[in-house]
C-alpha cells in the first residue's frame, strides 16, 4: 500500500484501484471538474498528476522540499512545502509550476485554504 492513491467505492469501501505515485503520498486535491488529481509526494519532491477517468499517473511535476499540502484556487494548484518554506504554484493547464512563493525562516506551511 506504500507510495499508492487508493480509489475506494464510496458506498462498499471496496478497493476499485490503486494507482502508484511517488515517495509518501500526503494530499489531494481535484481539477474543478474532477478530471485530474494532484497529489503530494512528500518525500520525493513531486506533485503527480492523475486522470481520474484512466487512473494513470500523466506527469509528474517537481517542487520544492517535502510537498505536504494542496489547495485548488481557480486552475491553479497552491503546494504547500513544509522543509523549504514555499508555496508553489501550478498551472493544471500546463501541468508546470509557474511560480514559487517564498514564505521566509522558521515558516512551516502544511496547506493553504481560499474562500
Known amino acids: ?9 464510496g458506498l462498499d469501501g471496496s478497493v ?3 494507482i ?6 500526503w494530499s489531494v486535491a481535484f481539477t474543478q471538474d474532477g478530471s485530474a488529481a494532484y497529489v503530494t509526494n512528500a518525500n520525493d519532491d513531486t506533485v503527480s498528476v492523475i486522470d481520474t477517468r484512466s487512473r494513470r499517473v ?8 517535502i510537498p505536504t499540502g494542496i489547495s485548488r484556487l481557480g486552475s491553479e494548484m497552491w503546494v504547500t512545502s513544509n522543509v523549504s ?7 493544471t493547464a500546463q501541468r508546470d509550476v509557474i511560480k514559487t512563493i517564498p514564505l521566509g525562516i522558521s ?3 502544511v496547506t493553504a485554504a481560499f474562500a
Open 107 to 109: 515558516s512551516e506551511p
Open 85 to 91: 518554506s514555499t508555496v508553489s504554484v501550478i498551472d
Open 16 to 18: 476499485l484501484d490503486r
Open 58 to 65: 500523466l506527469k509528474t511535476i517537481s517542487v520544492a522540499g
Open 20 to 25: 502508484p505515485v511517488g515517495a509518501r503520498p
Open 1 to 9: 500500500m506504500k507510495n499508492r492513491v487508493l480509489v475506494v467505492d
